[in-house]
């Protein structure tokens, strides 16, 4: 709408973990298993899956009214998807940015597969941190004695007489992988111990005490036990001081082969429960307390993840982020809500490598070969034969990569890269990226980093994270708390645009939108009633406009009267507020202010002062420069709700009499955006308008007040508001019939009886009231309730007089009959000051 190029290209990703998930669990009711069906098989068979429930998504965007390029759509395993794959893993082996190691990565023993960091992220769990007495050998007596001499209170003397250590953990089923206990080289307290053996507990290991420069010796004891199969920081403290590496489980979390065999095949939190016995028993427990600590898991199906020891493929980050880094810092890509500028460039800073290979079976397979000869080929193409040995016999790596791997390449995989296309040309950088916070490291960041290593600049340049939607109770909406809305059926029962107004005039920048899903209608009827409203306005509108040509805005101008430069004023404001706000993402700011404009101005007042124009015959120099500015004033209304409201400004604008001598655009979402400079401006008038506006609505208020019949008409009188004031009014009169049922306005203060209000802009009104309502009742009703109201005044106030009461009642309560007593005060004197009005008048 602004005239430049832009382009939505829908599409989805092959979810990995998740699909592959959905069908195992499909293949498992069936009573088989994807090892029943073989790897092409299974594939074959998530294909069928996928081609049958892959189109949701697309089909929901639809429904919502996202303005995507249907014909564009791209899947993460396409052809030309899977090939820019290829081509970015190749490349980046060929720069040594991926390597294949064994390291420890976080294991998934439900999903079996190696995880990134970021999918394996830790959550606070209430755990236990138990202390374990590990007995030293009978030769590191007098290293130990010198330890206790030293100051160590975490050494001494088991009940046999034996020497033993304390080390503290909160996985104590680990202890069957230990192979050291590392102290700081540095702590005095230990260093006599370094190189004593320990007996492990259960098993017939000898473990050495190690010296070790990571070891914070404030850290609990200073004392750490060694699991190098199953701890990050203790594999680099065994790859440093030389302990062994012993894996204690099996995929599925189990206890395997190597560890003692009163625990094998156990799952881990059943061993955990039987250590924590045997230490018991062997008197080896020293104590346990409440320990709050981050535990990791996983991010698709919430088991607690296993840090493992394994052979997996790793891209090597930090080359990578460098630049994407620098691009934050420089403000080269920006981010809104501005904090998480923060938290990416903290990320990127402390950026770890990242594992993409996962042990499925659906996903991009892993490009490289392996020969008996030992030959590893990492290939664009698939080889025949090994390049060393001429082998046939290759074998190709059995993992997939990361799904976001592949989602990392979007901003130019989807257009055809490495083809240099036309698309890739025009749209390759775009502009915007529009997304969750809680993506911004698994996809945002590694775009960034994608953007830098392939082309040397970021794929776009705005990041603009935007909330979440939640229950009332601010948790994420899920099908296993059942707190969820599906949107087709919110779409179905009150339609998109009822939809999307709430949720977008909800979107306040850096906040979460909170829908209540027990009463979905009550949730979404502001939207729907606005898209109604406007759907009212605009049909009423178009009955009154007629088929008669409509000329253009600039032929009428000096026939404009003032509620027509009024409202041009207005929708000049309208959207020069609303093109701002857009600007800076306060889409909800957007929302409001357009709400405000086409109910509260057009609505309520513009159409309500121009009817008579429209449908008497009148004037017809009048009657055009009315016609001209609807016309004008909803085309533009429409344009700027349609980005929020989209299905119905398009159907109403496509109905709209066009102004003879321009070309109508092809459709309102190509029509351009209303240019904020060169939009109508008039102070003068907005000033009579609201003046109008004022009195009106007062002279509304009083009719209520005073219970005036709503078919009476009355007569007002004002003066003080100097000739503005009057000229406006005198000139609206069939408007004030209309929207006050006021037949005579008289410029002087009145005498008699009846009702007075001082309006914010200068002058007074004063309404008559003999002979339009029944004084003698009105006067007779008014003393009534000023005596009831002083009743409850005296009772109250001797209430609160009452010192036993004031001392014994709770705080709440006094306080409640306080402001009790000061609201009938209130009232009370309003009341009077009204029944002084009706018995003396003004003379
Ligand atoms: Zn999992
Ligand atoms: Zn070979």
Same mark, same amino acid.
């Given at each position: 709408?602004?005239?430049?190029?832009?382009?939505?290209?829908?599409?989805?990703?092959?979810?990995?973990?998740?699909?592959?998930?959905?069908?195992?669990?499909?293949?498992?009711?069936?009573?088989?298993?994807?090892?029943?069906?073989?790897?092409?098989?299974?594939?074959?068979?998530?294909?069928?899956?996928?081609?049958?429930?892959?189109?949701?998504?697309?089909?929901?965007?639809?429904?919502?009214?996202?303005?995507?390029?249907?014909?564009?759509?791209?899947?993460?395993?396409?052809?030309?998807?899977?090939?820019?794959?290829?081509?970015?893993?190749?490349?980046?082996?060929?720069?040594?940015?991926?390597?294949?190691?064994?390291?420890?990565?976080?294991?998934?023993?439900?999903?079996?597969?190696?995880?990134?960091?970021?999918?394996?992220?830790?959550?606070?769990?209430?755990?236990?941190?138990?202390?374990?007495?590990?007995?030293?050998?009978?030769?590191?007596?007098?290293?130990?004695?010198?330890?206790?001499?030293?100051?160590?209170?975490?050494?001494?003397?088991?009940?046999?007489?034996?020497?033993?250590?304390?080390?503290?953990?909160?996985?104590?089923?680990?202890?069957?992988?230990?192979?050291?206990? !590392?102290?700081? =080289?540095? #702590?005095?307290?230990?260093? %006599?111990?370094? /190189?004593?053996? $320990?007996?492990?507990?259960? @098993? &017939?290991?000898?473990?050495?005490?190690?010296?070790?420069?990571?070891?914070?010796?404030?850290?609990?004891?200073?004392?750490?036990?060694?699991?190098? !199969?199953?701890? =990050?920081? #203790?594999?680099?403290?065994? %790859?440093?001081? /030389?302990?062994? $590496?012993?894996?204690?489980? @099996? &995929?599925?979390?189990?206890?395997?082969?190597?560890?003692?065999?009163?625990?094998?095949?156990?799952?881990?939190?059943?061993?955990?429960?039987?250590?924590?016995?045997?230490?018991?028993?062997?008197?080896?427990?020293?104590?346990?307390?409440?320990?709050?600590?981050?535990?990791?898991?996983?991010?698709?199906?919430?088991?607690?993840?296993?840090?493992?020891?394994?052979?997996?493929?790793?891209?090597?980050?930090?080359?990578?982020?460098?630049?994407?880094?620098?691009?934050?810092?420089?403000?080269?890509?920006?981010?809104?809500?501005?904090?998480?500028?923060?938290?990416?460039?903290?990320?990127?800073?402390?950026?770890?490598?990242?594992?993409?290979?996962?042990?499925?079976?659906?996903?991009?397979?892993?490009?490289?070969?392996?020969?008996?000869?030992?030959?590893?080929?990492?290939?664009?193409?698939?080889?025949?034969?090994?390049?060393?040995?001429?082998?046939?016999?290759?074998?190709?790596?059995?993992?997939?990569?990361?799904?976001?791997?592949?989602?990392?390449?979007?901003?130019?995989?989807?257009?055809?890269?490495?083809?240099?296309?036309?698309?890739?040309?025009?749209?390759?950088?775009?502009?915007?990226?529009?997304?969750?916070?809680?993506?911004?490291?698994?996809?945002?960041?590694?775009?960034?980093?994608?953007?830098?290593?392939?082309?040397?600049?970021?794929?776009?340049?705005?990041?603009?994270?935007?909330?979440?939607?939640?229950?009332?109770?601010?948790?994420?909406?899920?099908?296993?708390?059942?707190?969820?809305?599906?949107?087709?059926?919110?779409?179905?029962?009150?339609?998109?645009?009822?939809?999307?107004?709430?949720?977008?005039?909800?979107?306040?920048?850096?906040?979460?939108?909170?829908?209540?899903?027990?009463?979905?209608?009550?949730?979404?009827?502001?939207?729907?009633?606005?898209?109604?409203?406007?759907?009212?306005?605009?049909?009423?509108?178009?009955?009154?406009?007629?088929?008669?040509?409509?000329?253009?805005?600039?032929?009428?101008?000096?026939?404009?009267?003032?509620?027509?430069?009024?409202?041009?004023?207005?929708?000049?404001?309208?959207?020069?507020?609303?093109?701002?706000?857009?600007?800076?993402?306060?889409?909800?700011?957007?929302?409001?202010?357009?709400?405000?404009?086409?109910?509260?101005?057009?609505?309520?007042?513009?159409?309500?002062?121009?009817?008579?124009?429209?449908?008497?015959?009148?004037?017809?120099?009048?009657?055009?420069?009315?016609?001209?500015?609807?016309?004008?004033?909803?085309?533009?209304?429409?344009?700027?709700?349609?980005?929020?409201?989209?299905?119905?400004?398009?159907?109403?604008?496509?109905?709209?009499?066009?102004?003879?001598?321009?070309?109508?655009?092809?459709?309102?979402?190509?029509?351009?955006?209303?240019?904020?400079?060169?939009?109508?401006?008039?102070?003068?008038?907005?000033?009579?308008?609201?003046?109008?506006?004022?009195?009106?609505?007062?002279?509304?208020?009083?009719?209520?007040?005073?219970?005036?019949?709503?078919?009476?008409?009355?007569?007002?009188?004002?003066?003080?508001?100097?000739?503005?004031?009057?000229?406006?009014?005198?000139?609206?009169?069939?408007?004030?019939?209309?929207?006050?049922?006021?037949?005579?306005?008289?410029?002087?203060?009145?005498?008699?009886?009846?009702?007075?209000?001082?309006?914010?802009?200068?002058?007074?009104?004063?309404?008559?009231?003999?002979?339009?309502?029944?004084?003698?009742?009105?006067?007779?009703?008014?003393?009534?309730?000023?005596?009831?109201?002083?009743?409850?005044?005296?009772?109250?106030?001797?209430?609160?007089?009452?010192?036993?009461?004031?001392?014994?009642?709770?705080?709440?309560?006094?306080?409640?009959?306080?402001?009790?007593?000061?609201?009938?005060?209130?009232?009370?004197?309003?009341?009077?000051?009204?029944?002084?009005?009706?018995?003396?008048?003004?003379?």
């Amino acid at each position: 709408m602004q005239g430049r190029a832009s382009l939505w290209v829908p599409g989805t990703d092959h979810a990995g973990i998740a699909t592959q998930n959905v069908v195992e669990r499909r293949l498992a009711n069936a009573g088989s298993t994807k090892e029943d069906l073989g790897r092409e098989g299974f594939v074959e068979a998530i294909w069928d899956f996928v081609d049958k429930t892959g189109n949701q998504i697309i089909t929901q965007l639809k429904s919502l009214g996202a303005s995507c390029d249907w014909e564009r759509t791209r899947f993460t395993l396409d052809e030309n998807l899977s090939r820019a794959v290829r081509e970015v893993f190749v490349h980046l082996y060929e720069q040594d940015l991926i390597y294949r190691g064994e390291y420890i990565i976080n294991w998934c023993p439900r999903c079996h597969t190696a995880l990134s960091n970021e999918e394996a992220e830790g959550r606070d769990s209430e755990g236990k941190l138990w202390r374990i007495r590990y007995p030293l050998d009978d030769s590191a007596a007098e290293a130990a004695q010198a330890s206790l001499d030293a100051g160590a209170d975490a050494v001494g003397r088991l009940d046999d007489g034996r020497w033993y250590l304390t080390v503290s953990t909160t996985r104590p089923e680990t202890m069957l992988g230990d192979t050291g206990v !590392a102290v700081h =080289p540095e #702590d005095a307290r230990y260093v %006599s111990l370094v /190189g004593s053996n $320990i007996e492990l507990p259960f @098993t &017939d290991r000898r473990i050495p005490v190690v010296a070790d420069e990571h070891v914070d010796p404030e850290f609990g004891s200073g004392l750490v036990k060694v699991t190098p !199969a199953h701890d =990050p920081n #203790d594999f680099e403290i065994a %790859s440093r001081s /030389g302990l062994e $590496i012993l894996d204690v489980m @099996t &995929d599925d979390a189990k206890m395997n082969k190597s560890v003692p065999s009163e625990f094998q095949d156990m799952d881990r939190f059943d061993a955990r429960d039987a250590v924590l016995e045997g230490l018991s028993e062997l008197g080896l427990l020293a104590g346990e307390e409440e320990y709050m600590h981050a535990v990791p898991h996983c991010y698709r199906c919430d088991t607690v993840v296993e840090p493992r020891l394994s052979l997996q493929w790793f891209v090597k980050m930090k080359p990578l982020a460098e630049p994407a880094l620098q691009a934050s810092r420089e403000g080269t890509v920006t981010f809104t809500p501005g904090h998480w500028q923060g938290v990416y460039e903290h990320w990127m800073e402390n950026i770890r490598d990242w594992c993409i290979s996962r042990q499925l079976w659906w996903g991009h397979r892993i490009p490289v070969w392996y020969c008996g000869c030992g030959e590893q080929i990492v290939a664009r193409e698939d080889p025949t034969e090994c390049l060393a040995c001429g082998s046939t016999e290759l074998e190709q790596d059995p993992d997939v990569l990361d799904t976001w791997f592949s989602s990392q390449l979007w901003p130019f995989s989807v257009f055809g890269w490495p083809e240099k296309t036309p698309d890739l040309e025009a749209f390759y950088p775009g502009n915007t990226m529009v997304t969750a916070p809680e993506i911004l490291f698994f996809w945002v960041a590694r775009m960034i980093m994608m953007g830098y290593e392939f082309f040397g600049e970021p794929p776009f340049t705005e990041v603009y994270l935007h909330g979440t939607v939640r229950d009332m109770q601010g948790r994420k909406m899920s099908k296993s708390l059942g707190n969820g809305i599906d949107p087709l059926e919110v779409v179905n029962a009150y339609g998109a645009d009822a939809m999307r107004f709430t949720i977008i005039s909800q979107a306040a920048v850096g906040t979460d939108i909170n829908l209540d899903h027990e009463d979905v209608e009550a949730t979404f009827s502001n939207g729907r009633n606005f898209a109604n409203k406007i759907w009212n306005a605009g049909r009423f509108a178009l009955l009154s406009l007629g088929d008669a040509p409509v000329r253009p805005l600039n032929e009428v101008m000096s026939d404009l009267a003032l509620e027509d430069r009024w409202i041009l004023a207005r929708l000049g404001h309208a959207s020069r507020t609303a093109t701002r706000n857009l600007e800076r993402y306060r889409l909800h700011e957007v929302a409001d202010g357009l709400y405000h404009f086409f109910w509260g101005e057009l609505c309520d007042w513009y159409l309500e002062l121009v009817k008579d124009r429209l449908t008497l015959d009148t004037d017809a120099k009048s009657r055009e420069a009315a016609r001209s500015t609807l016309v004008a004033v909803l085309d533009e209304a429409l344009r700027l709700l349609h980005p929020i409201v989209p299905f119905v400004t398009a159907e109403l604008w496509s109905l709209l009499p066009w102004p003879e001598g321009s070309s109508r655009p092809e459709d309102l979402i190509i029509a351009p955006w209303p240019d904020s400079e060169s939009s109508f401006e008039d102070p003068m008038a907005e000033n009579q308008m609201e003046a109008l506006r004022e009195l009106i609505t007062e002279v509304r208020r009083l009719r209520k007040e005073y219970s005036i019949p709503e078919g009476k008409r009355i007569g007002i009188h004002i003066w003080g508001g100097g000739a503005d004031l009057t000229n406006t009014v005198m000139s609206q009169l069939s408007a004030l019939e209309r929207l006050a049922r006021i037949d005579r306005v008289v410029p002087d203060p009145g005498t008699g009886v009846g009702a007075n209000a001082v309006l914010n802009r200068g002058g007074e009104l004063f309404i008559p009231l003999e002979g339009i309502i029944d004084l003698d009742h009105e006067r007779t009703r008014l003393r009534k309730e000023i005596e009831r109201l002083r009743a409850q005044i005296v009772t109250t106030a001797k209430k609160l007089e009452n010192q036993n009461f004031v001392a014994k009642a709770p705080e709440e309560v006094v306080s409640k009959e306080r402001d009790k007593l000061s609201s009938f005060q209130e009232r009370a004197a309003k009341l009077e000051e009204k029944l002084d009005a009706l018995e003396v008048g003004r003379s």
